[in-house]
């Protein structure tokens, strides 16, 4: 078998035995507190999108930015600013950081329960996250040819792109 075919086999292997696993978490969270929480994954992921075209935008952490950081994410600039002094060699890529917290933070109930694998496999898979990704896609590649007068905030963004198709 050739290279290529084997990389596609590892890949659906891969698949596979990743939809197994979710399953199998699945069975450990009751339906509702996985849908609950999926919807809440997947505000927490708009977040990061809407905060990564906003810092990437205008290029810094703005004051404006930051106050909203410090109000909806307490301890967020605290964790990043530590993680820097830890890691000073590693761009600053504030989303990534965000994502990282975020997990952290917010799931941290799914990662103690074992049922983590499951949030993020079928979150994933959610339409919410896809209308999420096509329309951060499409500010990113408009706003770097010409961003907006005012940057939406993120209530604004989220309902545009959640009303995207």
Known sequence: M???ANSRNAE???GRRSKQLAEDERELV???RLAHTITEFVEWRAF???LRLIVETKGLVSDQMTAILQERCPGFLEYTAAYAVEHPREPAF???RFL???DEKRFRVPIDEGWRHALGYYATRDPRMDQLRAYWKQCRRAWKLQP???LPSFETWR???LQHR
């Open 2 to 4: 050739n290279r290529v």
């Open 12 to 14: 659906l292997d891969l």
């Open 30 to 32: 009751a339906p509702d």
């Open 48 to 50: 990061s999108y809407w």
């Open 94 to 96: 504030l989303w990534l």
């Open 100 to 102: 990282e917290w975020t």
């Open 148 to 150: 907006p007068e005012s």
């Open 159 to 161: 309902e545009a792109a």
